[in-house]
Nanobody, 125 residues
């Protein structure tokens, strides 16, 4: 069972930056895709970015050009660099693993088997 632990959330002013990290443990052979999702109060969970085992990425349009997903396979860690943050980015951010796909990740929450506990990001205007 893979355990995912997010870190790096916090409160920032609009225009600021945060770097989220998701550390995976309990599974030594990395052949799966990872995604970042967020859930704001009263809204459905939405996909933000994902990265497959080869490093190919997908970023949702609303954060394209501001957010970057990357990974360090040696550390079993996936990162989400968030720049130019906006109040509408305020949400609980979750990382998740899709064990069915080592290639061609997708921003569909239902595809992901394993989830972290989440880290809160709050952006004030």
């Amino acid at each position: 069972q893979v355990q995912l632990v997010e870190s790096g959330g916090g409160s920032v002013q609009a225009g600021g930056s945060l770097r989220l990290a998701c550390a995976a443990s309990g599974y030594t052979y990395r052949r799966y895709s990872m995604g970042w999702f967020r859930e704001a109060p009263g809204k459905e969970r939405e996909g933000v970015a994902c990265i497959d085992n080869d490093g190919d990425t997908i970023v949702t349009d609303s954060v394209k050009g501001r957010f970057t997903i990357s990974q360090d396979n040696a550390k079993s860690t996936v990162y989400l660099q968030m720049n130019s943050l906006k109040p509408e980015d305020t949400a609980m951010y979750y990382c998740a693993a899709d064990f069915e796909r080592s290639r061609w990740c997708a921003l569909l929450p239902g595809l992901y088997n394993n989830w972290g506990q989440g880290t809160q990001v709050t952006v004030s205007s």
